[in-house]
């Protein structure tokens, strides 16, 4: 049909990546996967690297069947994990592929950073930004330390997205939302901070220039146009943050929303016209990350459904159908037994399922055993940490928080969502699950002038897919079982 346009997301996370076509017609959106591939990590010489290679080989496949079928894209954009970075030489050659986020040379140097180089409370007043080991930030200053042989002889630093444009048009930039997870950026000028970028020898003349989401990159090289059978087919910088682009997915009707996006981490949030930085912010590390049109993402990381994820590949005597295992879990008694899911030995323990008996132990609780009473632990301590956090942001927020938008792979979790609109006390919209690859193409589309703004993205998401509704009950038990949490959490 004459009003279809077609549209290329790449949407690449820390363990898989896809490439999917979206086809606008009448204002509504259609997905198709055209290819999924594994996101291996290298290990070699005592480090951890990404393959950057190899992703880019996925993303030239995918295209490739796109000339195939004769399909007429409109345009290219691509999305990515956070934080991590590719050198880039003089002669515009990529001098290695990028460290992970993963690897263990940033253990203990946001502490010697913070002790020798800048206060821990002037960064975060800076950027705003959550604190992690794995930030760009104590990334770089590791990587300074030791000497680093592709950071002294760096040109260019390209974030991961912005790589891959590169090595798909030959041109440098750097996207907003990708570039404020480096906690190099400060959120009130929208610019990178030159007093941190000094603190690790860097200048702003090392990066490229600073571009919004739904900015046109460049054109496919004449090299990747004789690869694919593609024409010179335009980039354009999406929101590179993976989180970016699916927060921008979420089909709200205004501005007084809270997100979930629920998957192996969970991201709650709000979307603010400013970033909100104080000292409260501070104390419960909350981040502000880029959002589209100038908003900021404010928000907090909470161990999802890691924990679940962990314990599924330990039990040996588990159904194998998430349904079964949960409705199993769902026949145990509630509240029996309660964690903290953000406590520090939830973080990679060489048994999930012993960390959480033991935390239960130390805690004077009924310790869970079998499959069933674990999974009941986890659902329980989950939905109740997400009304800590969600308290967090209704104190914070310059506005009143009507819905909870719950995007992602979680969204499909029809048990968890139920407990979280029990335990919030509020309405929970589910959907979409695909929110990084809408946001990705829908923000493309505004690229191409098919759509005005953000409300006008979301208007069409929310026209092309039916959200499933979870209203609030049995306010008393979650009341009482919230101030056992408090009681039991450390």
């Not at 049909?1 to 790449?10: G, P, R």
């Not at 291996?40 to 393959?51: A, P, R, S």
């Not at 040109?155 to 570039?179: N, Q």
């Not at 910088?237 to 809270?258: L, N, Q």
Request: hydrophobic share 40%; charged share 20%; proline share 3%.
């Amino acid at each position: 049909m004459k009003n279809e346009k077609y549209f290329f997301a790449v949407d690449l996370g820390a363990t898989s990546g896809r490439t999917i076509v979206g086809t606008l017609n009448n204002g509504h959106i259609i997905l198709e996967e055209l290819t999924r591939f594994d996101n291996n990590l290298i290990e070699t010489g005592g480090h951890f690297y990404w393959d950057i290679y190899a992703l880019y080989f996925e993303i030239i496949k995918g295209l490739k069947l796109v000339a195939q079928r004769q399909l007429a894209i409109t345009s290219i954009g691509i999305d990515t994990w956070g934080v991590d970075f590719v050198c880039l030489g003089a002669d515009g050659a990529l001098l290695r592929n990028p460290l992970a986020y993963r690897d263990p040379h940033t253990v203990g140097m946001m502490e010697d950073y913070f002790n020798n180089v800048i206060d821990k409370k002037k960064v975060y007043a800076t950027t705003g930004i959550q604190f992690m080991n794995f930030n760009s930030l104590f990334q770089l200053y590791a990587m300074r330390k030791h000497h680093d042989s592709a950071l002294e002889n760096a040109d260019k630093i390209l974030f991961v997205p912005d790589a891959l444009s590169y090595m798909l048009t030959g041109k440098t930039v750097c996207e907003y939302t990708i570039a404020s997870t480096s906690q190099l950026l400060d959120p009130k000028t929208k610019k990178l901070d030159e007093q941190l970028l000094a603190s690790v020898d860097l200048s702003r003349r090392r990066f490229g220039k600073m571009v919004n989401p739904a900015t046109v990159i460049g054109e496919l090289t004449e090299e990747v146009q004789k690869m694919t059978g593609l024409g010179a087919i335009p980039v354009v910088a999406v929101a590179g943050h993976d989180t970016g682009s699916a927060v921008a997915a979420v089909p709200a009707k205004d501005e007084h929303f809270a997100y979930l996006s629920s998957g192996t981490w969970s991201l709650m949030g709000i979307e603010t016209k400013n970033a909100i930085i104080n000292d409260v912010s501070y104390d419960r590390n909350f981040t502000n990350e880029g959002g589209i049109e100038g908003t900021t993402r404010f928000l907090k990381n909470i161990c999802g459904m890691w924990l679940y994820e962990r314990c599924r590949k330990e039990w040996t005597d588990a159904p194998h159908s998430h349904a079964e295992l949960q409705k199993e879990a769902m026949a145990q008694p509630a509240f029996q037994s309660l964690i903290n899911p953000d406590d520090e030995m939830f973080a990679n323990p060489a048994s999930m399922v012993e960390a959480i008996q033991t935390y239960c132990r130390e805690t004077g609780q009924h310790v869970p055993e079998g499959y069933a009473e674990i999974c009941r632990c986890i659902f329980d301590s989950l939905a109740l940490r997400y009304r800590q956090v969600f308290g967090y942001l209704k104190e914070m927020a310059p506005f009143d928080i009507h819905v909870l938008h719950i995007i992602g792979g979680g969204s499909l979790n029809g048990y968890l969502n139920q407990m979280t609109a029990n335990s919030l006390g509020v309405t929970v919209l589910a959907g979409p699950q695909e929110g990084t690859a809408l946001g990705n193409i829908m923000l493309q589309a505004k690229a191409a002038g098919d759509v005005s703004d953000i409300w006008g993205m979301r208007r069409i998401i929310a026209d092309s897919l039916e959200l499933k509704r979870y209203e609030p009950t049995d306010k008393e038990a979650w009341d009482q079982a919230y101030e056992k949490y408090l009681k039991v959490t450390r």
